[in-house]
């Protein structure tokens, strides 16, 4: 089957039904999981590549998510998602990879994908993943309430209600993943809060708890938020006890 064009998805996007954009170069594949996604009324757009997708929302495609393979020609799955983020893009993505290493998951979720499923996949543990993500976005798990006020943090601005970092004219959005974390932690400052409970705060899918990637998101944020991420300031490790947010720059991180 052939994809629709971009500019018929996007007309259909004036519906209700939740849209996704599938990145896929296997076209049986691709054609398989748009029509099993359809048929349970999500509507969708078939692309080929990464140059594809970024086309299409040149085009004013506007997925609620985005399901791709990691193995694409040219630009791979992970660059996409890195340059999706940089461009402050916060739509979820839910990476598909051949690889059943751990340290391959660990880079898309540190690259910014929200989730990631195993292939040979179920179609059906993935529509439990689309819509586990779809109903958790924009995901509200953090204890901060997003009504709440905006919060420091040395030249950021944490600015739940946006799920956004601001730091002068420059915006950042923050993934699934990366707001569920920072909402907790900055929910609860002063407090040290242990892996499993960052966990429970961040993922809505069993099949994506991995304890790693809390610590993978916690870098990420490090890496957004620290004048020297390798010594933080304000997302501290406590040892043996998980992480901790302090409002004021710490002075001596020694458990960093």
Same mark, same amino acid.
């Given at each position: @089957?052939?994809?629709?064009?971009?500019?018929?998805?996007?007309?259909?996007?004036?519906? !209700?039904?939740?849209? +996704?954009?599938?990145v896929?170069?296997?076209?049986?594949?691709?054609?398989?999981?748009?029509?099993?996604?359809?048929?349970?009324?999500?509507?969708?757009?078939? @692309?080929?590549?990464?140059?594809?997708?970024?086309?299409?929302?040149?085009?004013?495609?506007?997925?609620?998510?985005i399901?791709?393979? +990691?193995?694409?020609?040219?630009?791979?799955?992970?660059?996409?998602?890195?340059?999706?983020?940089? /461009?402050?893009?916060?739509?979820?993505?839910?990476?598909?990879?051949?690889? /059943?290493?751990?340290?391959?998951?660990?880079?898309?979720?540190?690259?910014?994908?929200d989730?990631?499923?195993?292939?040979?996949?179920?179609?059906?543990?993935?529509?439990?993943?689309?819509?586990?993500?779809?109903?958790?976005?924009?995901?509200?798990?953090?204890?901060?309430?997003?009504?709440?006020?905006?919060?420091?943090?040395?030249?950021?601005?944490?600015?739940?209600?946006?799920?956004?970092?601001?730091?002068?004219?420059?915006?950042?959005?923050?993934?699934?993943?990366?707001?569920?974390?920072?909402?907790e932690?900055?929910? /609860?400052?002063?407090v040290?809060?242990?892996?499993?409970?960052?966990?429970?705060?961040?993922?809505?899918?069993?099949?994506?708890?991995?304890?790693?990637?809390?610590?993978?998101?916690? @870098?990420?944020?490090?890496?957004?938020?620290?004048?020297?991420?390798?010594?933080?300031?304000?997302?501290?490790?406590? !040892?043996?006890q998980?992480? @901790?947010?302090?409002?004021?720059?710490?002075?001596?991180?020694?458990?960093?």
């Amino acid at each position: @089957m052939a994809s629709a064009p971009l500019h018929s998805k996007l007309s259909m996007n004036l519906g !209700r039904s939740h849209h +996704i954009c599938i990145v896929e170069d296997d076209c049986s594949l691709r054609d398989l999981l748009a029509q099993y996604l359809e048929t349970h009324g999500i509507r969708t757009s078939r @692309m080929a590549s990464a140059e594809e997708l970024f086309a299409g929302i040149g085009a004013g495609v506007r997925p609620d998510l985005i399901v791709m393979d +990691i193995g694409l020609p040219r630009l791979s799955g992970l660059q996409a998602c890195q340059q999706l983020r940089s /461009n402050g893009d916060d739509t979820p993505i839910i990476l598909l990879t051949a690889s /059943n290493d751990e340290v391959d998951r660990i880079v898309g979720l540190e690259m910014g994908a929200d989730d990631y499923v195993g292939k040979p996949y179920s179609a059906r543990e993935l529509l439990a993943r689309v819509r586990a993500r779809l109903r958790n976005y924009p995901p509200v798990s953090g204890r901060m309430d997003i009504g709440q006020a905006s919060v420091k943090i040395g030249e950021h601005t944490f600015v739940p209600a946006l799920r956004r970092l601001h730091r002068g004219h420059e915006v950042r959005a923050l993934n699934a993943i990366e707001f569920a974390l920072l909402a907790e932690l900055t929910g /609860n400052p002063g407090v040290a809060i242990n892996r499993e409970r960052l966990l429970s705060v961040s993922h809505v899918s069993e099949g994506s708890a991995l304890i790693r990637s809390v610590d993978a998101g916690i @870098m990420r944020l490090r890496r957004l938020l620290e004048p020297d991420p390798a010594n933080p300031r304000y997302i501290l490790t406590v !040892r043996f006890q998980g992480y @901790m947010f302090v409002q004021q720059a710490s002075q001596t991180p020694a458990n960093s």
